[in-house]
């Protein structure tokens, strides 16, 4: 099965010639020529996976299939909608409650609310799902991430490595 060389693209026929080191404390997997000429370098160390007993493994997995995901997690994932000022404003008043109503129901100061509906402030995820539950509005979209699909290898991948921002960041200069 062939590997990609997380520094320069190249494509490694054979994934046990790909090396896995640590450059700069992040763990890549790089092709041998990346790997020969970073050696030389000393810029460069072979990475050594932490030795783990079988009680650390047994509980590892215990832990792992008991685990729920993180809140944190589930909250990085969604955004905002722009128009949110608007919608509050809009549901708070098809309600009709006043700023210090809503202000009461979502347990937020009534300055708050009066920024957000200004929309002179964005209202973190946490507000946002309490905003929706209450005003019965949707407040929060998914992230969706932009890919810009450069690639200084000339290939028609969709994806690019640490060696072409290295490239861009010294092409700059």
């Not at 494509?11 to 896995?20: A, I, S």
């Amino acid at each position: 099965m062939p590997c990609y060389c997380e520094l320069c693209g190249r494509e490694v026929l054979d994934e046990r010639q790909c090396k896995t080191v640590v450059i700069e404390g992040a763990v890549l997997k790089i092709c041998p020529r990346c790997y020969n000429r970073l050696i030389k370098q000393g810029k460069v160390r072979e990475y050594k996976p932490p030795i783990m007993t079988s009680t650390q493994i047994l509980r590892r997995k215990i832990r792992r299939k008991s685990r729920s995901i993180p809140k944190r997690l589930l909250m990085e994932e969604y955004e905002v909608v722009p128009d949110y000022a608007k919608r509050i404003k809009q549901a708070r008043e098809r309600m009709g409650w006043s700023t210090r109503v809503l202000a009461e129901r979502v347990r937020e100061k009534e300055n708050v609310i009066k920024r957000i509906e200004a929309g002179r402030l964005i209202p973190s995820i946490e507000l946002a799902r309490r905003l929706e539950k209450v005003l019965h509005i949707k407040l929060l979209e998914p992230i969706v991430d932009e890919f810009t699909g450069y690639s200084s290898h000339g290939s028609d991948e969709d994806y690019f490595t640490i060696g072409d921002l290295i490239r861009i960041k010294t092409s700059k200069k």
